[in-house]
């Protein structure tokens, strides 16, 4: 009975982290629900379905898709540009050619014989890439890019 609830204890936990997008965008809207009722009707239920538009201001861009990951500002001889970058973490799959390997073996009768065989090393690494970016002008959206990695 204590290893069944154990493990259900340990499921839940497991399991409460993992937010959809809407649970997510439903979290910052109830965290700055002031601001959130500000918008017209329509505009809040095109937020809540996680669609962000060109004109859209930053609390909206923020209540879609969060906090960015890198922020970073373009200034140019048309104005400043305050640019909002969003990362995901990516998998890169590295399959390097295979390693001979030698290595000792004791025989029966004492004798020392090189076996070989051949090694294979585990390629798989993670790095940062941008997903999406956001570009402000005057705090309104202007640019929404998303980025295939395909």
């Known amino acids: 009975m204590r290893t069944l609830l154990l493990t259900l204890l340990g ?3 497991l399991f409460a982290g993992c937010l959809s997008d809407r649970d997510r965008i439903r979290k910052r809207i109830d965290s700055k629900p002031e601001i959130f ?3 017209p009707e329509a505009e809040r239920q095109r937020l809540e379905r996680g ?3 060109v004109g859209d201001d930053k609390n909206a861009a923020w209540f879609v898709y969060g906090s960015p990951s890198q922020t970073s500002t373009r200034t ?3 104005g400043k540009t305050e640019i909002w970058v969003y990362t995901v973490q990516a998998v890169q799959n590295n399959f390097p050619e295979p390693r001979l390997v030698s290595y000792p073996v ?6 020392t014989v ?5 090694y294979y090393m585990d390629g798989t690494t993670y790095a940062e890439v941008e997903a999406l970016r956001i570009e402000f002008q005057n705090d309104r ?3 929404i890019e998303a980025v295939d990695h395909n």
């Open 11 to 13: 499921a839940a936990l």
């Open 37 to 39: 009722q500000q918008y």
């Open 51 to 53: 669609e962000l538009h």
């Open 76 to 78: 140019t001889a048309a």
């Open 106 to 111: 004791r025989t029966s009768t004492g004798r």
């Open 114 to 118: 090189y076996l070989n065989d051949y």
């Open 141 to 143: 959206v202007t640019v």
